[in-house]
């Protein structure tokens, strides 16, 4: 319990007991006060009363002022009536008073009032007496209770008298006899409070500090010197360029390899702001750009590869920047103490990928040419001008044109795809009708959904704006969606194909029932050569990687939405065409 918590309790209870003791006091006092008033009220009138009237028939009665004395007492002591049998005895007396007026000298009639006037005085005698009595009681028992209360309150006095400043004294006493042996250079002194409360988190304060103070004792400069040089000696003789920054982002080290590529020398950077040096050195800039938004993160990270001249010749370097955290000695919590931005160069890899580009694209485009003469060739058989073909000849010009098709389909992916990899892919972004679009891909997979007898229902509101979009590819994109759809669609099903206008973009969707795709391949779906495994359908896994990237080389998103079991969503996201006043231009 704190310190605070326990002082609080205890003066708080020992004044709630005071004030219950003054209550009850006031209380007793009050009620015996109360009760000693009824005493010397009624009762003792109605006595007084009485006397007065038997010194009136002592005095004799026959004469006026008796008379009057006499009523005057005993309209008095009706008002006064207050005990068992005093009333009547009053009205007794009240109607023999008015005979004694009639007969003045009967002294058998005023015997008989003399003995009602005393058993007046005998009641109200023995009720003064019983209430007294209670008095006492209330007494008693006001002096016990107020006793009582007294005695809590004074052992609550006693117990904080003995124990409150005990338990101050004695872990300041503790700790201060450890100051004085650390102040000693005795690093090894721990206090051991096991209280949960305030002296219980300064024994722990305490022995953080002695722990840090005997691990630094326990390290000497030499030691921490020859640390120094090896870490230093093993970041320069790293392949790779490594900057090294603190939680304030100043350089710390830069090996030299990271010197070299940056063109800087090491009395330049060391010890200096990492943004101070962006300022002036482009590599820097480049690699920096986003360290204030990544450094808190708690993952490494990595980004794009940066080209930088090298070597006398262009070089690609992958930059990852690894947060450093590290619990301090004697604490619990992770203090992030800096970052470390490592280059990785992948040259060799880019070169093999370059090369893979350039050769799928000369191999892509020298087949393209062949299959596009194949494909001539198919058309001139199917001529009956030319010739006319027997079944198993038509049968085997189908074959063939549906593989030359099939052929020609990926040679064209594969173009597309080495124009992303190489980064020459061209966009021609211009408003483009959104109908003509839609009505192409439609088109385009028709044949393919009547085999499967497969329907399109079209969702397409008259008064949508044109898109901002590269036509040719933008169709491309949504023709894949619908080929996928109707492959991975069962027969007879539907295929929903809805257009809408939302917050200054154009969203297509594509909705098919069919079988859908297992929650494990989601974040994959749109990687290059990427296909569910287990799949029977054809394909090579280019499609959804090429219609991700035109996507988003026009400024779009494209997204997937899948319920395993019920069926597929997949959407793409553009910007629509405004007019100067912000509104949509319409169709």
């Known amino acids: 319990m704190k310190i605070k918590t326990k002082l609080t309790l205890g003066v708080g209870l020992l004044f709630a007991m005071i004030a219950l003791l003054t209550v009850i006091s006031a209380t007793r006092i009050n009620k015996l006060s109360d009760e000693a008033k009824n005493i010397l009220a009624d009762n003792y009138n109605s006595v007084d009363y009485c006397r007065q009237m038997l010194n009136a028939l002592n005095n004799g009665i026959a004469s006026p002022p008796s008379q009057k004395s006499f009523q005057e007492n005993l309209d008095k002591q009706q008002a006064t009536v207050t005990e068992v049998g005093e009333k009547d005895l009053t009205k007794k007396i009240t109607a023999d008073f008015a005979q004694i007026v009639q007969a003045p000298y009967d002294s058998a009639l005023q015997k008989i009032v003399q003995k009602d006037i005393i058993d007046i005085i005998l009641l109200n005698m023995q009720a003064i007496q019983r209430k007294s009595e209670v008095a006492t009681k209330t007494a008693d028992s006001a002096i016990f209770w107020i006793t009582v209360t007294g005695t809590i309150c004074f052992l609550i006095a006693f117990t904080l008298l003995i124990n409150l400043p005990s338990n101050i004294a004695n872990p300041i006493k503790e700790l201060m006899g450890s100051i004085k042996q650390i102040a000693a250079k005795d690093y090894s002194q721990r206090v051991h409070f096991e209280q949960h409360n305030e002296f219980g988190e300064l024994a722990s304060a305490f022995n953080t500090m002695a722990q840090k103070l005997e691990e630094y004792s326990n390290s000497s400069l030499a030691k921490l010197m020859m640390e120094k040089k090896r870490i230093e000696t093993l970041i320069n003789n790293m392949s790779e360029p490594v900057i090294g920054l603190d939680d304030k982002q100043t350089v710390l080290f830069m090996n030299d390899n990271a010197l070299k590529i940056a063109g800087l020398q090491k009395e330049e950077?060391?010890?200096?702001?990492?943004?101070?040096?962006?300022?002036?050195?482009?590599?820097?800039?480049?690699?920096?750009?986003?360290?204030?938004?990544?450094?808190?993160?708690?993952?490494?990270?990595?980004?794009?590869?940066?080209?930088?001249?090298?070597?006398?010749?262009?070089?690609?370097?992958?930059?990852?920047?690894?947060?450093?955290?590290?619990?301090?000695?004697?604490?619990?919590?992770?203090k992030h103490i800096g970052n470390v931005i490592l280059l990785q160069n992948v040259t060799p890899y880019k070169e093999l990928e370059f090369a893979k580009t350039n050769f799928i694209a000369t191999v892509s485009h020298?087949?393209?040419?062949?299959?596009?003469?194949?494909?001539?060739?198919?058309?001139?058989?199917?001529?009956?001008?030319?010739?006319?073909?027997?079944?198993?000849?038509?049968?085997?010009?189908?074959?063939?044109?549906?593989?030359a098709g099939r052929l020609l389909k990926i040679t064209g992916e594969l173009l597309n795809m080495t124009q992303v990899e190489s980064g020459t892919i061209q966009i021609k972004v211009l408003p483009s009708?959104?109908?003509?679009?839609?009505?192409?891909?439609?088109?385009?997979?028709?044949?393919?959904?009547?085999?499967?007898?497969?329907?399109?229902?079209?969702?397409?509101?008259?008064?949508?704006?044109?898109?901002?979009?590269?036509?040719?590819?933008?169709?491309?994109?949504?023709?894949?969606?619908?080929?996928?759809?109707?492959?991975?669609?069962?027969?007879?099903?539907?295929?929903y194909i809805d257009v809408a206008a939302e917050n200054n973009k154009i969203k297509f969707t594509v909705t098919d029932t069919g079988q859908g795709i297992s929650p494990q391949y989601i974040d994959k779906i749109f990687d290059r050569y990427f296909r569910i495994p287990g799949t029977k359908k054809e394909g090579t896994g280019l499609g959804l990687s090429i219609?991700?990237?035109?996507?988003?080389?026009?400024?779009?998103?494209?997204?997937?939405?899948?319920?395993?079991?019920?069926?597929?969503?997949?959407?793409?996201?553009?910007?629509?065409?405004?007019?100067?006043?912000?509104?949509?231009?319409?169709?």
């Open 433 to 495: 009708d959104v109908k003509e679009i839609v009505e192409y891909a439609v088109n385009a997979t028709r044949a393919a959904a009547e085999q499967k007898q497969i329907t399109f229902e079209i969702k397409a509101p008259d008064n949508l704006p044109k898109v901002l979009a590269d036509n040719e590819k933008t169709a491309w994109v949504l023709t894949n969606l619908l080929s996928n759809a109707i492959r991975y669609s069962y027969d007879n099903s539907v295929i």
């Open 366 to 403: 020298e087949l393209k040419t062949p299959i596009s003469s194949i494909k001539m060739s198919l058309q001139l058989l199917e001529n009956e001008q030319v010739g006319t073909l027997n079944t198993e000849q038509q049968s085997l010009v189908e074959s063939i044109k549906e593989d």
């Open 547 to 587: 219609s991700k990237e035109f996507i988003e080389a026009q400024g779009g998103k494209i997204d997937v939405k899948s319920d395993f079991g019920a069926g597929s969503t997949f959407s793409f996201v553009l910007n629509g065409l405004q007019s100067n006043n912000g509104k949509y231009n319409s169709i």
């Open 269 to 334: 950077v060391i010890g200096k702001p990492i943004q101070g040096i962006a300022q002036q050195n482009d590599l820097i800039k480049t690699l920096v750009r986003d360290l204030a938004e990544k450094q808190n993160n708690n993952k490494k990270i990595k980004s794009l590869p940066v080209k930088i001249y090298a070597d006398n010749k262009e070089s690609y370097f992958e930059e990852e920047i690894i947060p450093i955290k590290i619990i301090p000695t004697g604490e619990k919590r992770e």
